[in-house]
C-alpha cells in the first residue's frame, strides 16, 4: 500500500503560497469581488465543493428542482474570470488543495457546455489545472463534438472525471425537452472515449415508475459505444416537479409511495430508492458494467485518491494509498490559529477533536486527512 505524509502546516502553507501568486494576477477589484464570492466562502458537501460556470439552465428538465432553489431556467455565464474563480476556490478555508485535495465538481446548478457558457467552463477549467490541481469532476447533457472533446483533453492536460448524462430513451421528449437527444449524448461518450477520456454513464435521477424499467437498454446502448461504467443516483422531488411530472401524464403513484409525505413549499424529498439499486446493480453484472452509487466514488477511482468517507468500506472506492499525520502536529496547528483544544482521539476512520475549532477548520483538517473530523466542542 503507497504511503502518503501529510503535513498540516505545509498544507496550510502550500494553500496560502497559491493564493498569494493568484492575488498577483488580478487587480485590487478583481481580489475583492472573488473575496465577496460564494466560491470564497461556501462549506463543500461530503462529495467535494460545487463549481458554478453559470447560473441557471437552459434545459429546463421536466425534473429538475433548480427553480426550487431560486435559479432560473435561462442560463448566464457566471459573472467571475478564470483566475478570480480560481482565487475565491484558493481562499475558502474551507478547501484543501493539491493533487490529494478537496473534490471540485463542476456543473449543479446550471449546465456547463450550454452555448452561452461553454467557453467559460474551459476557462475555468483550465485555471484549475494550471493552479489548484485538485481532482476535479464535470457532469453534461449538451453534445460534445470530437473538437470540443479534443479540446477539453488539452485544456484539462488529460486529468478529468467526466459524467454524461443519459436517464431516458423512451421519455426523453417529455421529460428532457430542450437537453439534446440521448443519441447525441452516446455520441459524446463516444467522441470522449476517442479523445482518451473514460467517461462515464450517468443515470440520475432514478424516477421509479417512469425511467427505472429503461437501464437494461441504456447500459445495452453505451456497452455499444465502449462504455462500461455507470453512476446511478436517487431523485430530490419538489412540490413543483411532483405537479409537473403528473400534468405530463405521467404515472407519478410510484413516486408519491416511496416518499414520507408531499413536499412543503420548495421543500426537496429525496425518493427512495434502495430497492430499485438492488435491481439495477443486478442488471449492471449481467453486462459485466461497474456501478457506482456516489459521483465522489468515481472522482475518487479515477484520480487514484482516497475519501476521507467512512461510506468508502460500502461502495468499495479507492482506498490504496495510507495516510500518514502526526497527531501532535494537529494539535500545534490548531493551537496557532487560536483554537484550544482539549484532546484529539485518532481512530480508523474519523478523529474526534474536544475543542472549539470552526467548521471552515474542521472541512479543511477532514480533506486533508481524508477522515471524518468529529468535533465535540464541550
Excluded at 476556490?89 to 484543501?96: D, Q, R
Excluded at 481512530?347 to 479543511?364: A, L, P, Q, R, V
Amino acid at each position: 500500500m503507497k504511503e502518503l505524509k501529510i503535513s498540516v502546516f505545509k498544507e496550510s502553507e502550500r494553500k496560502k503560497s497559491i493564493a498569494t501568486k493568484l492575488q498577483e494576477t488580478l487587480s485590487s477589484s478583481e481580489v475583492e469581488e472573488a473575496k465577496n464570492d460564494w466560491h470564497a466562502k461556501r462549506i463543500p458537501r461530503p462529495c467535494g465543493l460545487t463549481v458554478h460556470t453559470g447560473i441557471g439552465c437552459d434545459y429546463a428538465c421536466t425534473y429538475c428542482y433548480i427553480p426550487d432553489m431560486g435559479f432560473p431556467f435561462k442560463a448566464k455565464p457566471y459573472p467571475l474570470s478564470g483566475k478570480q474563480l480560481t482565487y475565491a476556490i484558493s481562499i475558502n478555508p474551507a478547501i484543501s488543495l493539491g493533487n490529494y485535495g478537496t473534490f471540485l465538481a463542476f456543473g449543479s446548478v446550471t449546465e456547463p457546455f450550454l452555448n452561452i457558457s461553454k467557453n467559460k467552463t474551459f476557462e475555468y477549467l483550465k485555471n484549475a489545472v494550471e493552479y489548484l490541481k485538485n481532482p476535479t469532476q464535470i457532469s453534461t447533457k449538451s453534445y460534445l463534438s470530437k473538437e470540443d472533446a479534443f479540446k477539453l483533453k488539452e485544456v484539462v492536460k488529460g486529468k478529468l472525471s467526466i459524467l454524461v448524462t443519459i436517464i431516458t430513451l423512451k421519455h426523453h421528449k417529455l421529460l428532457e425537452p430542450k437537453a439534446p437527444s440521448p443519441r447525441e449524448r452516446f455520441e459524446t461518450l463516444e467522441n470522449l472515449r476517442k479523445a482518451g477520456f473514460n467517461p462515464v454513464l450517468f443515470f440520475r435521477p432514478i424516477i421509479p415508475g417512469i425511467n427505472d424499467l429503461e437501464f437494461e437498454s441504456i447500459i445495452s446502448e453505451a456497452l455499444s459505444y465502449g462504455v462500461n461504467r455507470v453512476l446511478i443516483g436517487s431523485l430530490r422531488i419538489s412540490r413543483r416537479t411532483l405537479m409537473k411530472l403528473g400534468s405530463m401524464g405521467l404515472n407519478v403513484s410510484e413516486i408519491e409511495k416511496r416518499i414520507p409525505r408531499k413536499p412543503r413549499g420548495k421543500e426537496q424529498i429525496t425518493v427512495k430508492t434502495y430497492d430499485i439499486k438492488l435491481r439495477l446493480q443486478k442488471v449492471a453484472e449481467k453486462y459485466g458494467v461497474k456501478l457506482y452509487y456516489q459521483a465522489c466514488q468515481v472522482c475518487s477511482e479515477d484520480f487514484n485518491v482516497p475519501c476521507w468517507m467512512p461510506c468508502t468500506l460500502k461502495y468499495k472506492c479507492t482506498r490504496g494509498i495510507n495516510v500518514i499525520y502526526d497527531v501532535n502536529e494537529i494539535r500545534e496547528f490548531l493551537k496557532t490559529q487560536g483554537f484550544h483544544v482539549r484532546k484529539i482521539v485518532d481512530k480508523e476512520f474519523s478523529m474526534e477533536i474536544h475543542g472549539n475549532i470552526d467548521k471552515y477548520t474542521e472541512s479543511f483538517l477532514r480533506w486533508v486527512f481524508k477522515k471524518k473530523v468529529i468535533v465535540k466542542k464541550h
